[in-house]
């Protein structure tokens, strides 16, 4: 697994040409990938897109209490979604900005737009947590809380008893670059590694902790190399480049499986303020997020396929009226539904 580097001008959000080359050089198809692939795999992080959207849209008119926005992570996290899913046994810990993994493993429109509502129904908890923190096991997924990195040890937990019943799960852990400044990573990469655990880490890194810039919260350029001290691999990889995060996530479950844990660094860019109540104009240059912007991967899938001739541009105009759609009807459907009933408010805080 080729170790990268940042892109030319990351700090600053990089540039046009460097973008269009990044596009160029993504178009072989890595691994097992068909065109087919990438076009279900854009379909779905256009229709995550959308909802995030529509979640901060639905804040301001005070229907939604708090979001954290997964917008400019996609590509990190459906590229490694789509390795994990094209394996088929991996489990996932999300964290609170995975909005677009979370959709894009399975759950619908209408299931998140219910629980960021607080609506009866919502799949995690019927209502009664922030939005989407709980287990939803058909869908490999386990998000216990917004503590954060509190996921990693929870997922090295998990990890032990998968190898402890000599299953051939790995387990695939997501955390941002803040979090690994917390004791629980150094507990879970330690702990992971002294017991051969088939654990990937994957370090979404927009270079922001809330508002601290990565400069201010460590002395060290790849968050990556920090897996050294534990005795294990790690690898910083461009984390806009969907077909560069399904490559590294894809060797990184081979070496998980059979040799042990992997830190996988997958720089990314924060379009949004870190949440609903955050004003990131107050510690981000005002020319910062439009930089980054050109690196949209929602913009640059859809080029790849353009070019490819798999798509022509009617067709990503459809699959964008479609996610519209899809969203419109969801949100329809939460904004109708009940709140949680009462009477129901001890049900599923202990087990019978």
């Known amino acids: 697994m080729a170790q990268t580097k940042p892109r030319a001008g ?24 068909t065109p087919e692939d990438l076009v279900e795999i854009f379909t779905r992080m256009v229709l995550a897109r959308t909802t995030d959207e529509r979640i901060w849209a639905l804040n301001r008119q005070g229907k939604v209490p708090i979001a954290a926005s997964s917008q400019g992570h996609e590509a990190a996290q459906l590229g490694s979604l789509l390795a994990a899913e094209k394996d088929g046994d991996c489990f996932l810990f999300p964290y609170y900005r995975d909005l677009a993994l979370k959709m894009a493993a399975g759950l619908t429109p209408t299931q998140v737009m219910l629980s960021f509502m607080g609506k009866a129904g919502e799949p995690y908890s019927n209502g ?22 509190a996921g990693l040890t929870q997922a090295t937990g998990y990890a032990l008893g998968c190898k402890m019943l000599g299953e051939k799960t790995v387990v695939l ?78 060797e990184a479950i081979n070496h998980a499986r059979n040799q042990g844990p992997v830190l996988l660094e997958m720089r990314v860019e924060r379009f949004m ?80």
């Open 10 to 33: 990351r700090k600053s959000g990089g540039n046009s040409a460097k973008a269009k080359a990044t596009s160029k050089a993504s178009q072989a198809l890595p691994g097992s990938l």
């Open 128 to 149: 009664r947590q922030f939005p989407l923190q709980g287990a939803d096991l058909p869908n490999k997924i386990i998000q216990i809380s917004n503590v954060v990195s």
């Open 173 to 250: 852990v997501y955390f941002g670059d803040g979090g690994t400044s917390q004791g629980e990573t150094h507990e879970a990469m330690n702990f992971a590694s002294v017991h051969g655990l088939p654990i990937i880490f994957v370090c979404e890194n927009n270079r922001y902790a809330i508002s601290v810039p990565q400069a201010q919260q460590m002395a060290i350029d790849d968050i990556s190399s920090r897996s050294a001290a534990y005795g294990f691999p790690g690898f910083s990889v461009d984390g806009m480049d969907l077909l560069q995060c399904y490559e590294a996530t894809r």
């Open 273 to 352: 303020p870190h949440t609903t109540d955050d004003d990131d104009r107050r510690y981000r240059p005002a020319d910062e997020v439009e930089a980054a912007r050109k690196f949209d991967p929602i913009i640059t899938i859809g080029n790849i396929l353009i070019e490819q001739g798999t798509l022509d541009q009617k067709k990503v105009d459809d699959i964008k009226a479609q996610a519209q759609q899809a969203i419109n009807e969801a949100t329809d459907a939460a904004d109708a539904a009940g709140l949680p009933d009462v009477s129901t408010i001890h049900d599923m805080v202990y087990a019978p």
